[in-house]
């Protein structure tokens, strides 16, 4: 009833011009039998009340062709569109079918793309940076690696900044990490469980680290991952045996946009949870702002990437891409070491 009395109100002016029609037409019967009118009159009130009544059926007709015609429309374009969205996916799907494949491990037991935010009132709250990069992985997972009867299983999450997070137990879905270890505390959690480190690691060993200028000491930068560059250029540094063997270094330019060399570090890896269940984690360390966005472009792009990844079957691997030119001229992201086994402790 409250469909059709909603109906009733939408078309109230039609139903209006239809009861004038066929008042019209009962006044003039009544008005011809009961009183003598003039037949000019009699054939102007017939016609008033003929185009009354015909103007409301029109209408009437004319309203739910529309309606039918305009669903059937709709009907239409959306079929097409879903069309033309899956010929689009299997055509990317045909030209990166190891990066759908990869995707998808990640996407069909849901993932989270973890940025920090802050509560100190010392930095802003969630960088630019952070949710730009963020909303961008999310996007493009969307439009190029779910599938049309899948749907979404992509969330944007947050986490403290200042928090300790001694393992990964809480988090229910698989893991994107933006950020490096100091700019994401999730960062240093995901690498020492893949590393085999305890929570209060002191010094990392073997592995990767982040040299960084800490004459401006900073709580976040606290952080076995990170170690000062002194006179050296800030890089991600190669560490074997405590002893840097290699380095990957940034130009860190007084222009915001003017970074000409840049690095930025992969991790990834299946890492078991306390439950017997097991979360898929992929780390996305840039040393700035502007090589978290080339990682992020590369592990959406990098066919060859994704291809050599399988061949570990999910064992824990760390990349590292090498950055050269400017944002303005077109970043070129170089692969200084292709995927390879982690040295676990």
């Not at 802050?118 to 190029?144: K, W």
Request: glycine fraction near 6%; charge should be neutral; aromatic fraction near 8%.
């Amino acid at each position: 009833m409250d469909k059709l009395y909603h109906s009733l109100l939408k078309n109230k002016f039609l139903i209006l011009i239809l009861l004038l029609g066929f008042s019209s037409f009962l006044i003039l019967f009544l008005a011809e039998t009961y009183l003598s009118l003039v037949p000019r009159v009699s054939e102007i009130l017939r016609s008033i009340a003929a185009a009354l009544l015909t103007s409301g059926i029109v209408g009437f007709v004319f309203d739910y062709q529309t309606r039918k015609e305009f669903a059937a429309l709709v009907s239409a374009t959306v079929q097409t569109e879903l069309l033309n969205f899956e010929r689009r996916f299997l055509r990317k799907s045909e030209d990166k079918k190891s990066l759908h494949a990869f995707w998808q491990s990640f996407m069909k037991e849901g993932l989270s793309i973890i940025i920090p935010e802050d509560e100190s009132g010392v930095e802003p709250m969630t960088r630019v940076a952070d949710i730009s990069a963020a909303i961008v992985l999310n996007s493009v997972l969307i439009q190029e690696f779910t599938l049309v009867e899948g749907g979404s299983k992509v969330n944007i999450d947050f986490i403290i900044k200042g928090k300790t997070y001694k393992d990964i137990n809480s988090f229910s879905r698989n893991l994107v990490v933006i950020g490096a270890p100091g700019a994401n505390p999730l960062s240093t959690t995901v690498m020492n469980r893949l590393y085999g480190l305890p929570f209060d690691v002191e010094s990392i060993l073997n592995g990767y680290v982040f040299a960084v200028d800490i004459s401006h000491p900073q709580k976040y930068l606290e952080n076995p991952y990170i170690i000062p560059r002194g006179d050296n250029e800030a890089a991600i540094l190669k560490i074997k045996d405590g002893k840097v063997v290699k380095r990957f270094e940034r130009d860190e330019s007084k222009h915001k946009d003017g970074i000409t060399q840049d690095a930025c570090l992969l991790v990834h890896g299946i890492v078991p949870k306390n439950d017997g269940q097991t979360l898929q984690v992929l780390v996305i360390a840039g040393h700035s702002r502007f090589s978290v966005m080339d990682g992020i472009n590369f592990v959406l792009n990098n066919e060859n990437w994704a291809e050599v990844l399988a061949k570990f079957k999910g064992s824990a691997t760390a990349t590292v891409l090498e950055i050269s030119d400017s944002v303005p001229h077109g970043r070129k992201i170089n692969v200084a070491e292709p995927p390879h086994l982690i040295h676990i402790k």
